[in-house]
């Protein structure tokens, strides 16, 4: 999404948002330029990211035309990602099928449709590199029984393969992408598609029009609507849905590294995507004292029961605040839209509310936080009242 349309909206907000804003922001967020830092850590800056561009419902895939530029990948191999997912799009499969299969055949195969120096009928067939891997073959390493050689060497066919077993795992679509690959796949390394969402996700985004900013809604895509339970195709959530009370490095606050979200005592905070969580504990406030158990208050320091979550990409969200103890423990799995806590006022904070973070390079001091604003809107996920 560009920034005009988003500056537009505010507009058409008026009056009415910018008089909540300011009593949200007085509810929330006085105590001066780092009132919700983690007391531990520092305050360097960084850049955030991007703003997304916006969504094209209706646009399908075109395989032979012009492709995207991506580092990571040449044309041909974009070819076969755009194969991939017209596959889906044919069969009406949800974005977030897409952002699976593509994964998988970015770890299979690296997105090239390969022959097997064990399979010599292969080497006879159109194919973009021999691989070795007992007998499997193609974009997605598939083993004969699930076709004849030249079938699993076409990509269209391949694709279909992999999107009628992945249809069968129960709740494929809200459950973590390295789950729902490895019940089809059976590899022997289970965790390793995971590491391939994110780039799965924008060339998803760059194929077919920010599709992996839809979420299904009674059967239908609809753009930019991911929170709690609704899980976007790029496999992330908005927290929980309150209005930004405060913003990310302010004027005012320019040591501000996340975003809070206005929220009621024990709302429910949900995971923003899948991910392990690293810290969930109470956080000392500037005396030293862990007494997350009561409400804080400005000046106060420390950010109360809190919870960091790394995601696949080397991304880490944080939430802080909690009203308790945190619902998770460090080393626990979760899945994006997960209960992990309940919103409060612990630690440095003068109201109810959620102070969330998003963080690069597995970096969790300041020197890794980014606007979380345009990186959630990035992924279909806006944090209510952002737009």
Same mark, same amino acid.
């Given at each position: 999404m560009s920034a005009a349309p988003a500056v537009r909206r505010k507009l058409r907000l008026g009056a009415l948002a910018t008089a909540a804003t300011a009593v949200l922001a007085v509810l929330c967020c006085v105590g001066g330029a780092g009132a919700f830092f983690l007391t531990e850590l520092g305050n360097e800056e960084k850049d955030g990211a991007a703003l997304a561009h916006g969504c094209n419902l209706g646009q399908r895939v075109n395989v032979t035309g012009e492709m995207p530029r991506f580092a990571e990948y040449g044309e041909g191999q974009l070819r076969n990602a755009a194969a991939i997912i017209k596959v889906g799009q044919d069969r009406k499969v949800p974005a977030r099928g897409w952002v699976i299969a593509l994964a998988t055949a =970015?770890?299979?195969?690296?997105?090239?449709?390969? $022959?097997?120096?064990? @399979?010599?009928?292969?080497?006879?067939?159109?194919?973009?590199?021999?691989?070795?891997?007992?007998?499997?073959?193609?974009?997605?390493?598939?083993?004969?029984?699930? *076709?004849?050689? #030249?079938? +699993? =060497?076409?990509?269209?066919? $391949? $694709?279909?393969?992999?999107?009628?077993?992945?249809?069968?795992?129960?709740?494929? #679509?809200?459950?973590?992408?390295?789950?729902?690959?490895?019940?089809?796949?059976?590899? !022997?390394?289970?965790?390793?598609? !995971?590491?391939?969402? #994110?780039?799965?996700? +924008? &060339?998803?985004?760059?194929?077919?029009? /920010? !599709?992996?900013?839809? @979420?299904? &809604?009674?059967? +239908? $895509?609809?753009?930019?609507?991911?929170? *709690? !339970?609704? &899980?976007?195709?790029? /496999?992330?959530?908005?927290?929980?849905p309150g209005g930004i009370a405060s913003g990310f490095r302010t004027p005012e606050r320019p040591s501000h590294n996340g975003v809070d979200l206005a929220a009621d005592k024990r709302t429910p905070i949900h995971a923003a995507s899948a991910g392990r969580v690293l810290v969930a504990r109470c956080d000392p406030d500037h005396s030293g004292r862990r007494d997350c158990d009561r409400d804080g208050w400005p000046g106060k320091g420390g950010c109360g029961w809190f919870v960091d979550i790394l995601h696949a990409g080397g991304y880490i969200t944080r939430y802080c605040h909690m009203i308790e103890r945190p619902q998770v423990a460090p080393g626990q799995r979760v899945e994006a839209g997960q209960v992990i806590g309940l919103s409060g006022t612990s630690g440095n904070s003068s109201g109810p509310h959620l102070h969330f973070e998003v963080h690069v390079d597995s970096d969790r001091s300041s020197r890794g936080a980014i606007n979380p604003v345009q990186f959630m809107r990035e992924r279909g996920a806006p944090l209510s009242g952002a737009e």
């Open positions: =970015m770890q299979e195969s690296a997105l090239r449709n390969l $022959a097997n120096s064990t @399979v010599p009928d292969s080497l006879g067939l159109p194919h973009e590199g021999v691989g070795a891997d007992h007998d499997s073959l193609g974009l997605f390493q598939q083993r004969p029984g699930w *076709g004849s050689v #030249e079938q +699993r =060497m076409t990509p269209s066919y $391949a $694709a279909g393969k992999f999107y009628d077993k992945m249809v069968q795992v129960p709740n494929w #679509e809200q459950r973590p992408l390295t789950v729902v690959a490895q019940q089809v796949q059976v590899s !022997a390394f289970p965790d390793a598609y !995971a590491k391939h969402e #994110e780039l799965a996700g +924008r &060339i998803v985004d760059a194929l077919a029009g /920010g !599709a992996a900013r839809t @979420v299904q &809604i009674a059967g +239908r $895509a609809v753009c930019d609507a991911a929170r *709690g !339970a609704k &899980i976007a195709a790029s /496999g992330w959530t908005a927290p929980l």
